[in-house]
């Protein structure tokens, strides 16, 4: 049976990777850490024991170890600004594509490989259904802006791409793109923890995000819990 693999970040409780055991695989891109139980992985995209900010994820290595140990299905939970009022913080969005034109990452660096890059819709209906069957409201289509980390992006650029996107964030465009390079199918949640910076007058607070972000936490672990 295929395994299944589910990408979180840094904020998801230790609870929620009870029965799982410590597994280290080596990439020829660097080693990796994660968690198995039986078909399922679950890999901390910042690492296990120490927080990597978001610029520094060796990408390559975390998807390339997926790819090792037999994933064919990658979900992926991921941390968001807002770049609509209409989404507010609290909200969980399914996107349906993204955008990410810089600081690209691709296995194919001594070759001319184009691959058509995107988010399946296979695994977007599974968690669509999900869900609704654990009656959690979802945002069901939007577009996910990756910008270079670790900071937030300034008021003028928020305005330049606001028209663009719904949601930005510093990581799941390098992991789809990786991932479809290896053939996996790729899906993601956004939990949006916070209006872009400038998007409303209110200033963006780092401890406001993190107070904001825990409104998502256990829709996020019911939906990882019962992902299969």
């Known amino acids: 049976m295929p395994k299944l693999a589910v990408i979180v970040g840094s904020g998801i409780p230790s609870s929620v990777f009870e029965g799982f055991k410590r597994k280290n695989v080596k990439t020829k891109y660097g080693l990796v850490e994660l968690l198995v139980r039986n078909n399922k992985l679950i890999l901390p995209r910042h690492g296990m024991s120490k927080m990597k900010p978001p610029h520094v994820i060796n990408h390559k290595a ?8 037999g994933v064919k299905d990658i979900l992926a939970f991921c941390s968001v600004g807002s770049l609509k009022k209409s989404i507010k913080p609290g909200s969980l969005v399914v ?12 296995y ?7 691959t058509v890059s995107g988010l399946s819709d296979k695994l977007r209906e599974k968690i669509i259904s999900l869900a609704r069957r654990l009656k959690i ?3 069901n289509k939007g577009v996910y802006i990756q910008t270079k980390g ?3 992006e300034t008021p003028a650029e928020i ?6 996107g719904d949601v930005v964030g510093m990581t799941m465009g390098s ?3 990786l991932a479809r390079e290896l053939d996996m199918d790729y899906a993601a949640v956004c939990s949006v923890d916070n209006y872009a910076n400038g998007l409303i007058e209110k ?6 995000i993190k107070r904001l972000s825990e409104k998502n936490l256990g829709k996020t672990v019911k939906l990882i819990e019962l992902w299969q």
């Open 137 to 139: 409201n979802t945002i």
């Open 175 to 177: 992991e789809a793109t």
């Open 62 to 69: 975390n998807i390339s170890a997926l790819k090792m140990l």
């Open 203 to 208: 200033k963006l607070n780092t401890s406001e």
């Open 150 to 152: 670790p900071r937030f």
């Open 108 to 114: 194919h660096d001594l070759e001319a490989v184009f």
């Open 95 to 106: 996107v349906h594509d993204y955008i990410s034109l810089f600081d690209l990452e691709t």
């Open 159 to 164: 305005k330049m791409i606001k028209n663009y």
